[in-house]
DNA sequence: CGTGGCGTTGACCGGGATCAAGTAGAGTGG
DNA sequence: CCACTCTACTTGATCCCGGTCAACGCCACG
């Protein structure tokens, strides 16, 4: 587990990064970090919460599962972002699953210290506020989507959020390696639907493939497939 | 525009339960009472941000718009509950409409005072920080749901969430008058789908209808159908 | 060389949306 | 008091998107 530098944590960690400057050296002594390899489950729904989690490197995928073999990815932490922190004020029972689809490091600070900060340092319960009210908008627009858009505009706009967050490579290509099962469950459809709809997007000049990359071709076109014009 | 009492509003309001009490005179004296009528819009997706409001009484929806015609109800506001909430930090464009489902008054209080409000008074912050947390994984369950669970369970679902809210009358049925087409859109399904389903709930038992109002007859059956035992 | 995981593709089918039409009340005007 | 309209409820018929199942190819890895 390497050493990390105040500075670095400064610029990564969305707690440091909304925290009072005076508060940083306090919390990076109560932070932990793990290495997560790529795969490896942090927590799961229904275990004992511990803590509120930070992404120092790799993406972690929060998602909620559905019987025996389906699951819902609900958002990907990246680089600097929180996740956890949907048990604030809960039963003390994670509602969710979050597992590393990109192996790097996470930082923790157990709830109680976690909570004793919220209480003192308001700056940052502020931003944490809102930065949820702006998860609660991601969240209702998907919701909405779930309920009346086809699978293949929930695919486009799925697509459209993973340039936004982790961006192009180099040759172009949305910068994050997934899965077409994980890419499926972010979109809230199955393995072959997800597997087809990408097939006729390609068709149509949308997307290009490049292995497993995919790079978006057509921007506007991909947009116009989200939108609700009846 | 009646006159309410401090003691009243302690009450009744989330802003006012939560906030600490040197605070709440001036709170009082910036918020507006404004009455709704049944099916009145109190704001709608794509208008300028104005305020947070509060429901004093009645039930307000908060829902969002697909096409022309569709759309999904996220959640019923009732007395005492904060909404317009999620326009926290965003782009000062409401995401969501609220629209009366039974006549009522609702407070509101504009941005800037709210926003400074937050900023101060770090208890309320602290709670609606909890409250939004709870929302959140109401959100992500409801999302869950809509993209694994068949409509029979979102009906289910729906009229359980209904029965924790709003409660029972003293004859034993929910006690909330809505229509089959408010019902359908808080299930995520049509109207003829839900119209269906409802029946077979009551051919198997778990319902019984008098008029309009729905009341559960087999709680845990009903239950049952919300779980993903596969 | 087998074996297991993932990608790929076709065939099938069923839940639920859509369309269409009929009924029942609740107001409204003559 | 009756006809008329309008909206909400009710129900059947049809259709199609997308989930399910099954089979095969491919490649990595023990």
Redesign the interface.
Known sequence: MKKVTIIEDEKNCFLCQNCLKEWIPAILAHKKNYKVKKGEVIFREGDPVKGIFFVKSGIVKVH?????D?E?I?RFASEGLIFG??????DGIY??SATAVQAGVVSYVDMEFFDAT??VN?NF??D??????????I??????N????PVKGRVAEALIILKDQFGLTPEGFINIELSRQDLASFS?ATYETVFRVINELIQDGLLVLSGKSISIANYNKLLKLTE???
């Not at 909620?64 to 025996?68: D, I, M, N, P, V």
């Not at 779930?146 to 858009?149: E, K, V």
């Open positions: 909620k599962r559905w019987g025996a389906k819902l609900l922190h949907r048990a604030l004020g809960g509602s969710i919220l209480k308001t319960t502020y944490l506020l809102m930065f949820m009210a702006q998860d609660l908008r969240s209702e627009r998907k919701m909405r779930l309920a009346h858009m809230g609700d014009i009846a």
